[in-house]
């Protein structure tokens, strides 16, 4: 069973960048489209965007200009970057699988997620 | 991009009841709606992929249908364990959205 886990600092200060990365275990990074989705505290979730293990991308308009995701396969790992943070940034972060499986179109595994705080 | 509207945005139910929730699509497609069930400090679960197909492991009183701009995530029979937020998302096209969720509380 695939498993996935997020890790990073859970705090960082406004404008400058949060970093976050998934370590996946059970299966290899080489396969699937690995995602990140947000949920601010009590509210919905967002779509961040996608990468595959070729490097190619999928980013959601709204985060496009401040986004960044690669994936190390060596590690099995895949990271996240968003830079000019703001307290909107502040959120619940998931890294999940997509499976583009033409049956399926499903994030289908998720980590735990993490809490990220953007200070003042 | 696609916007998804749920309603009720929360419900009072009990333990056997049969609970309907709806998604609304801004832009009408067939097939790529999943359904997640989400619990307080928890990662959302995958229920229902593709419009109505059960994610492994996914308990039979659960079932989805829909097509166009109309979803439906039915629960036939309450389940104390089955009080949580419910979210629908689209796969139809990018960015991948999500509904608002819909809350399920003991009643």
């Known amino acids: 069973q695939v498993q996935l886990q997020e890790s990073g600092p859970q705090l960082v200060k406004s404008s400058e960048t949060l970093s976050l990365t998934c370590t996946v275990s059970g299966d290899s990074v080489s396969s699937y489209y690995w995602s990140w989705i947000r949920q601010p505290p009590g509210k919905g979730l967002e779509w961040i965007g996608y990468?595959?293990?070729?490097?190619?991308?999928m980013y959601n308009p709204s985060l496009k200009s401040r986004l960044t995701m690669s994936v190390d396969t060596s590690r099995n790992q895949f990271s996240l970057k968003l830079t000019s943070v703001t307290a909107a940034d502040t959120a619940v972060y998931y890294c999940?699988?997509?499976?583009?499986?033409?049956?399926?179109?499903?994030?289908?595994?998720w980590g735990p997620g993490t809490l990220v705080t953007v200070s003042s | 991009d696609i916007l998804l509207t749920q309603s009720p945005s929360s419900v009072s139910a009990s333990v056997g009841d049969r609970v309907t929730i709806t998604c609304r699509a801004s832009?009408?497609?067939?097939?790529?709606l999943a359904w997640f069930q989400q619990k307080p400090g928890k990662a959302p679960k995958p229920l229902i992929y593709a419009t109505s197909s059960r994610q492994s492991g996914v308990p039979s009183r659960f079932s989805g249908r829909g097509s166009g701009t109309e979803f439906i995530l039915t629960i036939s029979s309450l389940q104390p364990e089955d009080f949580a937020t419910y979210y629908c998302q689209q796969s139809k096209s990018f960015p991948l959205t999500f509904g608002g969720g819909t809350k399920v509380e003991i009643k």
């Open positions: 990468i595959y293990y070729n490097g190619g991308t």
């Open positions: 832009q009408g497609f067939n097939t790529w």
């Open positions: 999940a699988i997509y499976n583009r499986d033409p049956s399926k179109y499903s994030l289908d595994y």
